[in-house]
């Protein structure tokens, strides 16, 4: 099949796993990207696709050949380094030209290709300056179009943005998203930033411990988080520990909540409710009863932190849709169904 | 106050340092073969002398042979074998970064012993060559540590980024490492040519008795009695001495280059 | 790039010159050195291979325990010249402006370029009665009449610190610019002048630097050959001069490769006491 074929991925770095067993499809066309905290084997993953580390077991195959164990010079990659790794020696133009001239191809071409790229990421005109007197917006779209110059079958991506103050790392997010869709080019970004990963991928493959514990679509991986850990990980949740008592009934807390599926045959199971699912009532309106401990006015919206029997859960929501409420004010919290999402173990 | 105890602190170091210098660079204006301060008359005759005496023309081309090429085979021993110890997990391969960096630590009489009794017991001594290789194994340290020291500095993302794009080991080598280690060989090539051109001891071993370079001359010279002109030699020597040093410092990165890898950051 | 293990015999290729020429040309040599030590000397200065220590037994003489008392004891007084002189040059020069500090540094490497022969042959010029120093203080009426400062122990131990002052100067210079400024702007927010902070922050905290600075400049100056030679008497020759005449003057290869073996011995042995004297330091 074409595209991107993980196979039992293993590496092992004397006895720590670093990656552990991996398996993952990546179509052609495809932007994923794989998210997680530091050391959970997104990077080491990376630069095995890359070929810059060998796999301990299994194979990597791109478009139906076994590249496991092809050199990295070979693959015809692109990829772009956290540090971008331009080379200080060179200027902006012999950077970009790097893997033609590696390549061989004629001066004249090497020459068209580069300001087609530089075009392509607005900088036309800076062929000749060293890569020192460059901006840190401009060195990264630098970085981008010279791992794009060959037009390669897969684009790799580490930490790309990670230098980038805030609002220039959103801007390039969307700016690299929509190269990608442009050119419609096999990607794959390593981030830990998720608001990165939601904004640009079509799969985000969130990993921990060297495993991937969630491979979807960034609305999915929201809505239904495959764990606690992807929950958690992927915005902000409430974790609450539901419990079904004596007539099977769902409880949360002691007090039964209608309608909350718990899977067959289960006397217990974690649910997460996203803060802005959350609803504030009347004490006694909703299906929990708690206490205001602490509200967080962010202006754009409100958090409030309520108790209840000893847990905290967070509401956040606009001002204008928020019942007053202060500190120490007894409430209802209301608790539907269809937000809450019962997590598998 | 701490500006004025360091300038004061500064100046005495300084004129400790150069006193001997400006004595030696005033007797070399003598216009009389005599040994006086300060020099009696004014006469840059003793500089020809350096040129113009066969014997002082000779040692001085002599020294400097000797200097162009031990720096040019002490760089070609240490670029290897640093770009091996950068590139390779080999910990058995450090000793020979022991051994490289052994003859210029322990006090040179041995060396030179060593050296003497070595080219003797190969029946090769008082070849002018043997110095050559002499100087290049006990000047190989310069190159070894500025080349060692430059291999840190290049960020190894940078290999690897010319892997993905395509350059095999070769390639990485002439187009990034060789371009961004440049510096660090000429640098590496000047310590050792320089220190090589002011050697005694070794050059003495090996081949004093052949061969005279500069610093044997001058000691031969300072034995028999005194001449000006071995104080217009040093005079000369100093000022190469410095303009090199002041040429890698110009051109390169001194205070790194010295093992200040801190001063990236002012 | 991972730096990994070599993958196959063509991988070691890079290693294959350097190590044959180290190897041939020291390792080969120093081992040379050392059998020649064990050999018979012969009269007319040739030697023989035997396996003797009559060249060892030679050292249980007075007249050499003198030599090597000397030669130990004028090391360590140049090394505590130098590092008491050196250590806070090297501290002002690291906090004063990069142009400044470079070319400080370029007249140290100059300095310590220079041969030994030549350094010799300054200072006795500088302490000779026609042309030394004691002229200039006669012109300014501090002496009644110029004279010779040379051969003296004096004139040894200020030629040796010439010598070995930069090489100390470069020896801390790594160490001290990487001291963080921080620390002595602390201790002076805390109420300590600036002498006081240096004395009581830099100093401490570089307790292990100057002790391995110490070692390193006692080693140089053991190497000194010739300067004792050109600026003392024969009571002052150190072992390295004591070699070099033994070795060129007096033929008598196997005698002065025992001392080179004996000098090599001594220094490692010192290095090793200080080390383990510091870890003991450290651990208490």
Not at chain 3, 112 to 128: D, K, N, P, R
Not at chain 3, 219 to 232: C, K
Request: with cysteine; proline share 6%; charged share 15%.
């Amino acid at each position: 099949m074409s595209g991107l074929v993980l196979q039992k991925v293993v590496k092992e770095f004397g006895v720590f796993r670093a990656v552990n067993d991996v398996n993952l499809d990546v179509p052609h066309g495809t932007f994923v990207c794989m998210l997680g905290p530091s050391g959970c084997g997104k990077t080491t993953l990376l630069r095995m696709i890359a070929g810059l580390d060998l796999p301990t077991s299994g194979a990597i195959r791109l478009d139906g050949e076994d590249i496991t164990r092809v050199p990295t010079h070979k693959r015809n990659l692109g990829m772009v380094f956290q540090s971008l790794a331009l080379f200080p020696h060179l200027t902006v133009g012999e950077n970009i030209a790097y893997p033609l001239r590696i390549r061989k191809a004629p001066k004249e071409e090497q020459k068209k290709r580069v300001d087609e790229l530089l075009s392509m990421i607005h900088l036309a005109g800076y062929a000749d300056r060293p890569v020192s007197k460059l901006s840190g917006g401009q060195r990264q779209r630098v970085a981008i179009a010279r791992a794009l110059a060959i037009s390669p079958k897969l684009f790799l991506l580490d930490e790309p943005l990670s230098a980038l103050d805030a609002k220039l790392r959103e801007a390039m997010q969307v700016e690299l998203r929509q190269l990608q869709q442009k050119l419609g080019i096999t990607t794959i970004v390593v981030t830990h930033d998720q608001r990165e990963a939601m904004t640009m991928a079509d799969t985000v493959v969130v990993m921990n411990g060297g495993e991937i514990r969630q491979a979807a679509s960034p609305i999915e991986i929201y809505r239904r988080p495959a764990d606690s850990f992807v929950a958690d990980f992927i915005g902000q949740t409430n974790l609450i520990e539901a419990e079904a008592d004596s007539q099977g009934r769902a409880t949360v807390f002691g007090q039964p909540v209608a309608g909350l599926p718990l899977p067959p045959g289960a006397a217990r199971a974690t649910i997460s409710i996203r803060p802005e699912d959350v609803h504030l009532t009347a004490p006694g309106a909703g299906a929990l009863n708690g206490k205001v401990t602490f509200v967080r006015d962010l202006g754009g919206t409100i958090e409030t932190f309520v108790d209840v029997a000893g847990r905290q859960i967070v509401a956040v929501s606009t001002p204008r849709a928020r019942p007053e409420v202060a500190v120490g004010q007894p409430v209802g919290v209301a608790l539907t169904p269809d937000v809450c999402v019962v997590l598998g173990k | 106050m701490t500006s004025v105890f360091r300038r004061l602190y500064f100046f005495l170091i300084a004129l400790f340092l150069a006193l001997p210098l400006i004595v030696v660079a005033g007797v070399s204006v003598n216009q009389k073969q005599t040994l006086a301060f300060p020099p009696e008359g004014f006469s840059a005759s003793w500089y020809g002398e350096i040129f113009s005496n066969a014997e002082w023309r000779n040692a001085l081309a002599a020294s400097v042979t000797l200097a162009l090429l031990s720096a040019m085979l002490a760089v070609a021993i240490a670029l290897p074998l640093a770009w091996f110890l950068w590139r390779r997990v080999a910990p058995w391969a450090n000793i020979f970064q022991l051994l490289g960096v052994a003859p210029f630590t322990l006090p040179p009489v041995i060396t030179a012993l060593g050296m003497l009794t070595f080219w003797a017991t190969a029946g090769f001594y008082g070849q002018p060559w043997t110095a050559v290789v002499s100087h290049a194994i006990f000047f190989v340290t310069l190159p070894l540590v500025t080349l060692s020291l430059g291999f840190t500095s290049i960020d190894r993302s940078l290999v690897e980024a010319a892997a993905t794009m395509g350059a095999d080991e070769s390639a990485i080598f002439r187009t990034v490492v060789l371009p961004l280690i440049l510096p660090y060989i000429v640098s590496g090539y000047a310590f050792a040519f320089v220190l090589s051109l002011n050697e005694y001891i070794v050059a003495y071993m090996t081949v004093g008795f052949t061969m005279e370079t500069l610093p044997i001359k001058i000691f031969n010279a300072l034995r028999y009695g005194y001449t000006p002109t071995m104080a217009s030699v040093t005079v000369l020597f100093v000022a190469t001495a410095a303009v090199i040093f002041g040429l890698v410092a110009r051109f390169g990165d001194l205070p790194k280059l010295l093992g200040a890898m801190a001063s990236d950051e002012k | 790039m991972r730096r990994e293990p070599p993958q196959n015999i063509g991988d070691y290729a890079p290693l294959l010159f350097p190590a044959a020429m180290l190897t041939v040309f020291f390792v080969v040599p120093f081992g040379t050195m050392i059998a020649v030590s064990f050999f018979q000397r012969q009269q007319g200065g040739f030697y023989m291979p035997a396996f003797v220590f009559d060249n060892y037994g030679r050292f249980l003489s007075a007249f050499f325990g003198g030599v090597l008392g000397f030669s130990l004891m004028l090391a360590i007084a140049v090394a505590i010249c130098c590092v008491v002189l050196a250590l806070p040059f090297t501290y002002l020069l690291t906090r004063t402006a990069r142009s400044v500090q470079v070319i400080w540094l370029v007249a140290l490497l100059s300095v310590l370029s220079l041969s030994e022969v030549i350094i010799g042959f300054a200072w006795s010029t500088l302490f000779s009665r026609t042309a030394g120093i004691t002229n200039v203080l006669v012109a300014l009426g501090f002496m009644g009449e110029a004279k010779a400062l040379t051969p003296s122990f004096g004139a040894v131990l200020t030629g040796m610190v010439y010598q070995a002052l930069p090489y100390t100067v470069l020896v801390l210079f790594p160490a001290l610019v990487r001291l963080d400024p921080t620390l002595t702007e602390a201790a002076r927010t805390l109420g300590a002048s600036p002498i006081k902070a240096f004395f009581t922050v830099v100093v401490p905290a570089l307790r292990n630097t100057i002790t391995a600075t110490l070692i390193m400049v006692f080693i140089f100056a053991l190497g000194s050959y010739l300067l004792p030679q050109l600026l003392g008497r024969p009571q002052h020759w150190t072992l390295s001069v004591l070699i070099t005449d033994q070795a060129i003057y007096q033929s008598n290869m196997p005698f002065a490769a025992a001392m080179a073996v004996f000098l090599v011995l001594v220094t490692l042995g010192l290095v090793a006491l200080t080390v383990i004297a510091g870890r003991r330091g450290e651990a208490a």
